[in-house]
Antibody
Framework: QVQLVQSGAEVKKPGASVKVSCKASGYTFTDYFLHWVRQAPGQGLEWMGRINPTYGNADYAQKFQGWVTMTRDASLSTANQELTGLESDDTVVYFC?????????????????WGRGTLVTVSS | DVQMTQSPSSLSASIGDRVTITCRASQSFGASLNWYQQKPGKAPQLLIFGASRLQSGVPSRFSGSGSGTDFALTISSLQPEDSAIYYCQQSDNTPWTFGQGTKVEIK
């Protein structure tokens, strides 16, 4: 079954770090970029960045540079995201999503597969 | 960054109604405009990619159109299961950006 399985919910104190994982199954992990998207309660979707599973290099949205690190372990078909210096307003759901690309007259990129999300609650 | 503005922010319509949600970009780009549906407590699901291409398995009552800066998602005949929040997203420029969402409710 083609799916992305994310790690379970976390509760952290302000200032702590957390690592969220996303395990791919049912397809070749290195064939598709993986992205991370976050969503605060009752809010919209925000793109955080993406990782190339083949080489492990990542691109980040500017606001997340310096406190978010995306890595992968290709042997485990798993992408990870570590967030440091958590603050109270960082209580959000983090989704991983697979990027597909359609090359036709124009090139289209989109998320065709999503994980179920990981809730990270920051509370003292 | 490319700003994506959806309208309306919310709407209420009856079963069988035709519903259109628009998405305007702050700058012109190609066809990398996607639409997602999100239900409470769930991950978003892809409806439309490349502005007008229907994702496999998505009912044909959903359609997408537009180019440049103006795009639209149309539900030709609203069904009860279409109650959700709909997001547009551009993937032509990094950072990929989403619209703020449109909440569709059934009257």
């Amino acid at each position: 079954q083609v799916q992305l399985v994310q790690s379970g919910a976390e509760v952290k104190k302000p200032g702590a770090s957390v690592k969220v994982s996303c395990k791919a199954s049912g397809y070749t992990f290195t064939d598709y970029f993986l992205h991370w998207v976050r969503q605060a309660p009752g809010q919209g979707l925000e793109w955080m960045g993406r990782i190339n599973p083949t080489y492990g290099n990542a691109d980040y949205a500017q606001k997340f540079q310096g406190w978010v690190t995306m890595t992968r372990d290709a042997s485990l078909s798993t992408a990870n995201q570590e967030l440091t210096g958590l603050e109270s307003d960082d209580t959000v759901v983090y989704f991983c999503a697979r990027e597909r690309t359609l090359v036709a007259a124009t090139t289209s990129r989109y998320f065709d597969l999503w994980g179920r999300g990981t809730l990270v609650t920051v509370s003292s | 960054d490319v700003q994506m503005t959806q309208s309306p922010s919310s709407l209420s319509a009856s079963i069988g109604d035709r519903v259109t949600i628009t998405c305007r970009a702050s700058q012109s780009f190609g066809a990398s405009l996607n639409w997602y549906q999100q239900k409470p407590g769930k991950a978003p699901q892809l409806l439309i990619f490349g502005a007008s291409r229907l994702q496999s398995g998505v009912p044909s009552r959903f359609s997408g159109s537009g180019s440049g800066t103006d795009f639209a998602l149309t539900i030709s005949s609203l069904q009860p299961e279409d109650s959700a929040i709909y997001y547009c997203q551009q993937s032509d420029n990094t950072p990929w950006t989403f619209g703020q969402g449109t909440k569709v409710e059934i009257k």
